[in-house]
């Protein structure tokens, strides 16, 4: 089956690949096509597209938003953004970022109040993003063996609740799949039951849907054949597209591989046909 990865990150957010890298990895791959869509930011569409047009391999210009809805982070993946429209990507996530920026401060500052030597400089100089993120902050702690692993990090020292880590005011989630809409993209929910439940689906989609929502990420590494086919269920209900992705990341999240997520992940290339469309 000729196959597809509609969700990878780059070292332009918390990936550990440069873009051109992604392209020749999803050529080993086998992959028809792939998107990058690193967390906001457009900033490595260039390098990209321009790596996949000498390629076999067909680039998809995307980007990942962090959102907010009723108090609960919500990803919204943006696919098939033309290229006059990436500088307006980064105009409409600038005051997230501003936000991102303060909070990262106070997020060392009371780290180092606990008593772990970690600096604001020592996060920022593991990505050539912006801004870092707490990827960035649990793999210097694990660098400084304040824990044993990537993971440990997030479920302990920054997770939320615990006073370290107070995430930034994030976007809308329903502004955001209409931000994408008005420039002619094609919006996707990214892994849904991370984040929401199947009751509290039921009531966001039929909302997203009227402000413009395409499709849903029904394929993705951390789903097992139930979660998809939930997943499945939820798309033919609202009548919504299909579309999925591993979220590759690199050595950040060393287990999962391009295309193929823990191993057993097959998107389709019909799922980029479908979207392409829209």
């Not at 609740?161 to 094609?186: D, E, H, M, N």
Request: glycine share 8%.
């Amino acid at each position: 089956m000729k196959r597809c990865d509609l969700h990878c990150h780059s070292c332009f957010s918390d990936g550990s690949e440069t873009p051109a890298e992604l392209i020749r990895l999803a050529e080993e791959a086998g992959l028809g096509a792939l998107a990058l869509t690193d967390h906001n930011t457009a900033k490595g569409l260039p390098e990209f597209m321009a790596a996949g047009r000498e390629s076999s391999v067909i680039p998809v210009p995307g980007c990942e938003f962090t959102t907010e809805y009723n108090g609960r982070e919500l990803h919204i993946v943006g696919l098939f953004f033309a290229e006059e429209t990436w500088p307006e990507i980064e105009d409409y996530v600038e005051l997230m970022r501003m936000a991102k920026h303060h909070a990262n401060i106070r997020l060392m500052e009371a780290l180092q109040r606990g008593g772990y030597d970690v600096h604001y400089e020592e996060a920022a100089a593991l990505t050539d993003a912006d801004e870092f993120n707490r990827a960035h902050v649990a793999r210097l702690l694990l660098q400084k063996r304040y824990v044993s692993s990537v993971s440990e990090a997030f479920q302990t020292i920054l997770a939320e609740g615990l006073g370290y880590y107070v995430p930034p005011r994030r976007l809308s989630s329903l502004g955001t799949i209409r931000f994408i809409k008005q420039y002619g993209a094609t919006a996707v929910l990214a892994h849904p039951f991370l984040n929401l439940n199947k009751a509290e689906l039921i009531e966001f989609l039929p909302k997203a849907k009227l402000a413009g929502l395409d499709a849903i990420e029904t394929h993705y590494t951390e789903f097992g054949a139930e979660t998809t086919r939930e997943a499945e269920q939820l798309a033919a209900l609202f009548g919504l597209k299909q579309s999925g992705g591993s979220d590759f990341h690199g050595t950040a999240k060393p287990k999962i591989r391009l295309g193929s997520g823990w191993g057993d992940l097959e998107v389709p290339f019909s799922f980029y046909e479908d979207l392409k469309h829209d």
